[in-house]
């Protein structure tokens, strides 16, 4: 086992990408260059997954984003592209121009005044890689340029953050080809990986290392083979020893290494080192010659890399290592599906992939689908976290490999991880456009479940009323609670179900509270531990053997609209909403047919149930009156104009009705609608004050409903 006294979060140094330096744990808190994580998990989902999989409005870029850094709730993204533009905005519509380069507020999304131009004089100019300074104040960038903000600097740049400005005291002096990853250590040294085979006209290939502070090249080497890149680099956390991934062939002389090794931080020697292999058998200490490293993330609890493989039988998904001693593999997660990041945030690695298939886990079968983002334990990586916001691929021309670069920041008390790609779109948000950019939080759940119970049916047992439903799932709360309802009135039990998208188990609850010889109505809503909840399943219906005591029923409208007194000859009779109101007035209408009552019964009991809108007004704390129309009307003509004539006699009221998209229910006499039993009710809805009250009409899945309540004379 790894050892977890510290929980001490490393800077975040990777392919593309850094969260600032050594860390300091202290009173519930977790400070990284200046990033503090808050100790509080997001509300509402299942833990240990503590980031949401809300993503919130975010600017976006019009191509790829390659890499990642953060500074004091600064987050750093570099790559390929040449504008950014507001959440929703269209492409090439509302766009600043950049030039591969774009800085932001963590908090809201919105770019900050950094502007840096990376650019070339020939070909393609693209950042692959940032990373932070240990106190927080440099920012390094690799690539591919040749210059920054007219600053002549080859592949590799130092930036002044307070000024966002080229550092004319360090200047690597040349490297020979592209760079992909980039370190700074506390030691004082950058580590570079990359295709390149010189630094400053010395040999150095796919790994190197300079001084931070002036850019002259070190002693350190560790040279891999010639034909293939280093891609990731990492001091650990005692500055003991670096983590080098790519895809590079031979390492320090040894032929057999491939794409993954640990060597000494004073030398470059190897300490641990893995072996390239034809057949994968994802044994210790092995790797497939086609899979390579994409990513890396160290802390206090490991050494965690991301994968990717090329052809069949290759290794796709991501390893831990233990930090220390000989470096065991704790384990390695099989699924398929290129990995392309790792980032860990308390205890859980998060990760960016295009899976399809975590079957040999036990987990997901292929999905003849991908899905881009996954989370699991550092400890173990089954079972999959319940951690799914999904992105698209990406549009053609491009790899098509969706989301790439990971970093994790915090600023006003929350922490948000940003993630970068080539997607186009958030599948897990109604494929809203989104163009390579979108970030979450540990901030509490705000949506509900993507799905709720299907399948529900109801049958007589022995002793009551049995209930089965297939369980719905979510896409942060693996544990969803189900409230029963029984004509229209929630049970006390609720059970919950874990669940995920490939597994939802069946729920089972009997109803031992039933009359004989009575029909039941039942319907089932799931919600997250935040009160999330999805609309309520199909009714369905059991009679009960037996003589009945006691039956209730439901009605839903069959008419309903408003009418405004500012507009008084419009018809709002198809709207999804109705509106009350005394002053600048408003009034509802509804119809509703009523059943008789059943053989030797009378009307014992009768309520109206209506649910306010989300809308931010939604909610009133006037006194709503239901009356009844002794007048004509019809949905689609009635205006405010031709209104009905009411009773002057109250039915009932609503009070209290403050909160958005909640049910409300008004007690009615049950004199008012004895004579309408067997024909049709018309009721207005009728307010004593200035505060609107905006309730869904039948146009909505959430009907205005009258139950009545029958029992025996």
């Given at each position: ?91 090439g519509t509302d766009e600043t121009k950049v030039a591969n380069f774009a800085a932001f507020d963590a908090a809201t999304g919105e770019p900050t005044g950094c502007e840096l131009d990376f650019t070339i004089g020939s070909g393609t100019a693209t950042v692959r890689a940032l990373t932070v300074s240990p106190d927080g104040r440099t920012l390094y960038a690799g690539g591919e340029f040749a210059s920054v903000n007219g600053t002549s600097r080859s592949r590799v740049a130092a930036i002044d953050i307070a000024s966002c400005s080229v550092k ?546």
């Amino acid at each position: 086992m790894h050892k977890r006294k510290h929980r001490q979060k490393h800077r975040r140094t990777r392919q593309w990408g850094a969260l600032g330096a050594a860390v300091a744990v202290a009173t519930g808190t977790l400070v990284t260059a200046g990033v503090t994580y808050s100790s509080p998990e997001a509300g509402a989902v299942t833990p240990p997954v503590a980031m949401t999989a809300d993503d919130l409005p975010t600017w976006q870029t019009n191509g790829v984003v390659w890499s990642m850094a953060e500074s004091n709730g600064v987050v750093f993204a570099g790559g390929t592209f040449s504008a950014i533009r507001p959440p929703g905005a269209a492409a090439g519509t509302d766009e600043t121009k950049v030039a591969n380069f774009a800085a932001f507020d963590a908090a809201t999304g919105e770019p900050t005044g950094c502007e840096l131009d990376f650019t070339i004089g020939s070909g393609t100019a693209t950042v692959r890689a940032l990373t932070v300074s240990p106190d927080g104040r440099t920012l390094y960038a690799g690539g591919e340029f040749a210059s920054v903000n007219g600053t002549s600097r080859s592949r590799v740049a130092a930036i002044d953050i307070a000024s966002c400005s080229v550092k004319t005291g360090f200047d690597v002096g040349g490297v020979s080809a592209r760079v992909y990853g980039l370190d700074a250590a506390a030691s004082g040294r950058l580590y570079m990986a990359g295709d390149f085979k010189s630094v400053r006209g010395t040999s150095r290939v796919k790994f190197a290392a300079v001084n931070a502070s002036t850019g002259a090249l070190t002693s350190w080497k560790a040279n891999a083979g010639p034909d293939r890149a280093g891609r990731v680099i990492e001091e650990t956390p005692d500055g003991n020893n670096v983590v080098l991934g790519g895809d590079f062939n031979g390492l320090n002389g040894d032929a057999d290494v491939h794409g993954l090794a640990v060597v000494r931080a004073d030398t470059g020697a190897t300490v641990r080192a893995y072996k390239g292999v034809s057949n994968n058998k994802n044994n210790p200490y092995e790797m497939h010659w086609n899979s390579l490293v994409k990513g890396i993330h160290i802390d206090g609890t490991g050494i965690y890399t991301a994968h990717e493989g090329h052809g069949g039988g290759v290794f796709d998904g991501r390893l831990a290592m233990n930090l220390g001693g000989s470096f065991t593999e704790r384990w390695r997660d099989t699924c398929l599906g290129a990995t392309q990041d790792v980032t860990v945030y308390q205890d859980v690695l998060y990760s960016v992939s295009h899976a399809h298939n975590c079957g040999s886990m036990g987990q997901f079968p292929e999905l003849n689908e991908r899905q881009h983002m996954l989370a699991e334990s550092v400890d173990d990586p089954t079972p999959l976290l319940s951690w799914f916001p999904d992105t698209d691929d990406g549009p053609s021309g491009t790899e098509q490999i969706g989301p790439r670069v990971m970093a994790t920041s915090s600023s006003g008390g929350k922490d948000y991880m940003w993630i970068g790609g080539e997607f186009t779109r958030i599948q897990s948000n109604g494929n809203k456009k989104q163009q390579g950019l979108v970030r979450f939080a540990n901030t509490p759940d705000s949506r509900k479940p993507v799905a709720g119970p299907t399948a529900v049916t109801a049958a007589n047992v022995d002793g009551g009323v049995r209930l089965r439903w297939k369980a719905g799932w979510d896409r942060d709360d693996s544990k969803l609670t189900y409230t029963l309802y029984r004509n229209g009135e929630a049970l006390a039990t609720k059970p919950t179900l874990d669940s995920n998208f490939w597994t939802l188990p069946q729920g089972s609850f009997t109803d031992r509270d039933v009359q004989p010889g009575t029909t039941y109505s039942y319907r089932i809503a799931a919600s997250d531990a935040a009160g999330n909840t999805t609309a309520k399943s199909e009714a369905v219906q059991v009679t009960t053997p037996g003589t009945p005591t006691e039956t209730t029923l439901e009605s839903t409208a069959t008419a309903d609209a408003y009418v405004n007194g500012a507009a008084v000859d419009a018809n709002y009779g198809t709207h999804n909403i109705l509106l009350v109101r005394k002053t600048s007035p408003y009034l509802g209408y509804l119809r509703f047919s009523l059943p008789e009552a059943p053989s030797g019964m009378t009307l014992k009991s009768a309520k109206l149930t209506l649910r306010t809108t989300n809308d931010a007004s939604a909610g009133t704390s006037d006194t709503i009156g239901v009356r009844p129309v002794t007048g004509s009307w019809s949905e689609s003509e009635v205006t405010y104009a031709n209104r009905p004539s009411l009773s002057s006699t109250a039915l009932g009221e609503f009070t209290g009705a403050t909160d958005l998209d909640t049910e409300y229910t008004a007690p009615l006499t049950t004199a008012g609608l004895t004579g309408s039993l067997g024909g049709t009710l018309d009721v207005a809805l009728t307010s004593d004050g200035t505060d609107a009250w905006w309730v869904r009409a039948r146009e909505t899945s959430y009907d205005p409903k009258l139950t009545l309540t029958f029992g025996a004379n």
